[in-house]
């Protein structure tokens, strides 16, 4: 099994006050490039490549939408919830009358991870399991994936 393969493995991140400091940063971990994310005391990990169509997401605009926290893709502004890597929007709901705006959830789209601090320093649990659009960008293989995957921009 190739290191890429554990989900117990711990990869160091950085110092926490050096994360603090910066903000966003993006650590290339095992050929996958993470942008880590410091907000309102909080800390996220999620893969740096848009699922749509592979923009940087580092100088995303994070707003919460729908109660979730979001990042808003600075090229064509899909909106990513930075918990849990859902892609979502906003549209009209066809089924009342009239049809008022709400959010609408594509499922999740873009690979986020765990981050844990151990001693004043961050370190990430690397998510492989399964395929998500945003592994698309990444240069990783995906071993648990049993299928041709095809790429398309939902
Ligand atoms: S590349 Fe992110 S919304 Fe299109």
């Known amino acids: ?12 991140v950085g110092k926490k ?15 996958r490039d993470v942008l880590i994310i410091y907000h309102e005391g909080e800390f ?3 893969d740096s490549y848009c699922y749509h169509s ?11 939408l729908n109660n979730k ?3 808003i ?8 919830s930075l918990c849990d890597g859902e892609g979502l929007y906003r549209a009209r709901d066809r089924s009342q009358s009239p049809p008022p705006l709400r959010w609408f959830s594509k499922g999740v789209k873009q690979r986020v991870h765990p981050i844990i601090e151990i001693q004043g320093e ?8 399964g395929y998500i659009e945003s592994d698309y960008y990444q240069d990783v293989e995906h071993v648990n994936t049993n299928v041709t995957q095809i790429k398309t921009n939902t």
């Not at 099994?1 to 160091?12: A, G, I, R």
């Not at 006050?17 to 050929?31: F, K, M, P």
């Not at 592979?54 to 994070?62: A, H, K, V, W, Y």
């Open 122 to 129: 961050l370190y990430l649990r690397p998510a492989t399991s």
């Open 1 to 12: 099994m190739s290191s890429t393969q554990s989900t117990d493995e711990l990869l160091f």
């Open 73 to 80: 893709c600075p090229k064509h502004k899909y909106k990513i």
């Open 17 to 31: 006050e050096d994360l603090i400091s910066a903000q966003r940063t993006v650590v290339s971990l095992q050929g």
């Open 69 to 71: 926290l979001c990042i």
């Open 54 to 64: 592979g923009s940087s997401l580092e100088t995303g605009d994070i707003e919460e």
């Open 44 to 46: 996220y990990a999620i």
